[in-house]
């Protein structure tokens, strides 16, 4: 039988386990540029065991549900976070470490303008934007030592839509 995990909205307490949401929540921290913007500050922790930040561009594909997910990554040298360029919304999947795999996924929607910073070695699926153009801001380690884990599951889980 076909595991389904359904989304749930992206909150900061809930996705605190995994990462840090990045967004305008709230009163801004700071008032700058003469009164004319609010300074959301430090709203994720960049962790890295060596090397360097570093900012790319990824572009994706849109997906639409069911999303099928087949494998989840980590990185364990650093913190990995994902800005979108544009105001849509897009799914986040994580799951806590079990003894070195990931554990029960977890899946959610973000609300438009949200960001997410991934803990080092968190458990997480590949980008999944809903809308084009899919254009997201990485922010995350740039170094020489390897960076990446992959687990693939033995059957692919659907992420579908929460019931309305």
């Known amino acids: 039988m076909t595991q389904s995990i359904a989304v749930q909205p992206l909150t900061a307490k809930v996705f605190a386990p995994f990462g840090d949401v990045i967004d305008t929540g709230g009163a801004p921290d700071k008032i700058i540029n003469q009164g004319l913007c609010g300074r959301y500050h430090d709203r994720a922790r960049l962790d890295f065991a060596d090397g360097r930040a570093g900012i790319s561009l990824f572009k994706s594909q849109a997906r639409r549900y069911p999303i099928l997910l087949d494998m989840m990554e980590r ?39 949200q960001g997410i910073n991934f803990h080092r070695g968190t458990w997480h699926g590949v980008l999944t934007p809903l809308h084009e153009p899919g254009l997201f801001a990485v922010i995350d380690r740039i170094g020489t030592s390897p960076n990446l884990e992959e687990h693939w599951f033995d059957e692919p889980i659907h992420i579908v839509e929460a019931p309305s």
């Open 75 to 113: 990185h364990p040298e650093g913190s990995q976070a994902f800005i979108p360029m544009s105001m849509d919304p897009f799914v986040v999947i994580v799951a806590p470490d079990a003894g070195g795999v990931p554990g029960v996924p977890l899946a959610f929607v973000t609300a438009p303008g």
